[in-house]
């Protein structure tokens, strides 16, 4: 039996998330041994994995190598940037661009209904990576799933890699 003592507030049973076993290992601290991940991605470091879709002189657009769900992406200037408001103007309006032709496409394509778009900044906030990025996950009709209301667990059918090349294809037709 559950002792809901135990958990904070009293009233709430601790998340459970299935992900890929690679993601263990990357949470873990087993990742390519570069200074910072999305620098690496924007040197185009052979050592680190690299989801691009687009980029422009100032940012870049990839697919989250580990998704929340189909569609979820990551906007992130190329200069090494730890807080927001380090960036330009002109690197954050660049950064509204992409994610409005971003939400565009989704919107068009996928028929996706709702987003959520946001920073997770510093490690408080569950920010892994210390560079500035937004994530932009596109949200689903009825997502939820069994698991997430009986077991409050979720599970990601979606591999990233197969994603870059649809997403490419779709990003070079929009306008």
Partial sequence: MINLEEFEGGNELPRKNLFSIDKLGYARGDRPKVRCILCGVAEKNPDVPNLSIAETDLSIVSVNLFP?????????????????????????????????????????????????????????????????????????????????VFADTRIVIYEPYKMVEEFKRLWNLAT
């Avoid at 200037?77 to 509204?96: G, V």
């Avoid at 971003?102 to 778009?117: D, H, K, Q, S």
């Avoid at 510093?122 to 937004?134: F, L, M, R, T, Y």
């Fill in 68 to 148: 929340y769900n189909p569609g979820h992406l990551i906007i992130f200037p190329k200069r090494h940037i730890l807080r927001l408001q380090e960036a330009t103007d002109e690197e954050m309006m660049d950064i509204h661009r992409l994610s409005v032709k971003a939400i565009t496409i989704l919107t068009n394509e996928w028929r996706t209904e709702g987003f959520n778009l946001g920073y997770n900044i510093g490690k408080n906030s569950g920010g892994s990576i210390p560079h500035i990025h937004q994530h932009l996950l596109p949200r689903f009709p009825n997502e939820a799933g069994f698991l997430d």
